[in-house]
């Protein structure tokens, strides 16, 4: 299975954001910070970069502030070590999926239980 340019890029992108982020990016706004994803364009023009921070949605709004406001550093940065004719626009983006997981399995949990104390109800008149 081959890779096509955009993801190799895309890879290639989301390692070398989260290594910047880690060795170079001293913000405490950014704090614990987990590179998540890298969407790219076809043309390699714009990069939507996801990334999830341990802790609480203020926390996030940090993280999101402080990357924002690095991000001419980092574009910076990355220019000198991937060599692309074009250098993409960033865009930083909240990755949600763990949050959204959490949601879904409580979901399911408070299924599971509701069908679990129904059958014990039923198992009760049987007798």
């Keep these: 299975m081959s890779n096509t340019r955009p993801q190799r890029v895309q890879e290639a992108l989301r390692q070398e954001?989260?290594?910047?982020?880690?060795?170079?990016?001293?913000?405490?706004?950014?704090?614990?910070?987990?590179?998540?994803?890298?969407?790219?364009?076809?043309d390699l023009r714009?990069?939507?970069?996801?990334?999830s921070v341990l802790g609480s949605t203020k926390e996030n709004k940090n993280a999101l502030y402080g990357l924002n406001s690095a991000k001419g550093y980092i574009k910076n940065i990355i220019s000198d070590r991937i060599k692309l004719k074009f250098m993409p626009e960033i865009e930083f983006k909240i990755d949600q999926t763990a949050e959204r997981a959490k949601v879904v399995l409580d979901i399911l949990d408070k299924i599971k239980k509701e069908r679990k104390d129904e059958e014990g109800r039923r198992g009760d008149k049987k007798i």
């Design 17 to 42: 954001i989260s290594k910047i982020l880690h060795e170079n990016i001293k913000d405490p706004r950014i704090g614990f910070l987990t590179v998540t994803k890298v969407e790219l364009t076809r």
């Design 46 to 51: 714009f990069a939507r970069v996801y990334f």
